[in-house]
């Protein structure tokens, strides 16, 4: 398993309501809830962002196909929206996607890019299976077990620990859950397994360099 970034899309809240502090790879947005929902609609709301995801993917992915074949269409634009239905008790959510290209464009490559634009990567993902999981940090005192070596020592807090799987998949060399000692500090670089115990979510594993 091997996540989509090194540095996870990072949100905050304050008391203000509702304005988050979106920090990307490269900088960061504010997002924002309209009025009618109490908020000053000074960012886009999480609708809107979702939406956003599906329409730069699509042109993104529609310019690069169309400059690989040298077609001339100098501009494309999308318009995205959806609405969600109940038939027989089970809620549906429809996404309509329109893709306007330039007039004079053929009509032979307007459907070859209907299809490429229905493949783009975000329409993959809303298309597959997703699963969202959720994890709570911990901070503070609670039984600690630890596993060291002359550069580090690992420690694992069993209360806190919410088995998301992501120390060992990540960094099977060092956590092993199948073995009694399941921490071996000695598996990777130490500055590799500080990165390691960081992206744990829920507090349960800290370290301390020895030296
Ligand atoms: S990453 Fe943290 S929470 Fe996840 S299994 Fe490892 S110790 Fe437990």
Redesign the pocket.
């Known amino acids: 398993m091997i996540y989509k970034f090194e540095k996870p899309v990072h949100g905050s809240i304050g008391l203000e309501k509702y304005q988050c502090t979106i920090e990307w790879r490269n900088g960061k947005f504010i997002s924002d809830e309209p009025v009618t929902s109490g908020g000053k609609d000074l960012g886009p709301d999480p609708y809107s962002l979702l939406l956003s995801s599906l329409a730069s993917c699509t042109l993104a992915t529609l310019r690069m196909y169309i400059d690989r074949k040298g077609w001339n269409i100098p501009s494309i634009s999308v318009n995205v929206n959806m609405y969600s239905e109940k038939k027989e008790g089970k809620e549906t959510t429809v996404i309509d996607r329109d893709v306007i290209f330039s007039a004079d464009t053929p009509e032979e490559q307007k459907t070859r890019l209907q299809e490429i634009a229905s493949a783009c990567p975000i329409s993959k993902i809303l298309q597959n299976d997703i699963k969202v999981r959720t994890?709570v940090f911990r901070d503070g005192e609670t039984k600690t077990i630890k596993y060291a070596n002359g550069e580090i020592t690992v420690g694992?807090k069993p209360d806190?620990?919410?088995?998301?799987?992501?120390?060992?998949t990540q960094l099977p060399q060092v956590?092993k859950?199948s073995e009694r000692k399941w921490i071996d500090p000695d598996g990777a670089a130490p500055e590799r397994i500080e990165q390691?115990v960081m992206?744990?979510?829920?507090?349960?594993?800290t370290f301390k360099f020895n030296k």
């Open positions: 994890f694992w806190f620990c919410q088995h998301s799987t992501r120390c060992w956590f859950p390691q992206a744990c979510p829920s507090g349960a594993l």
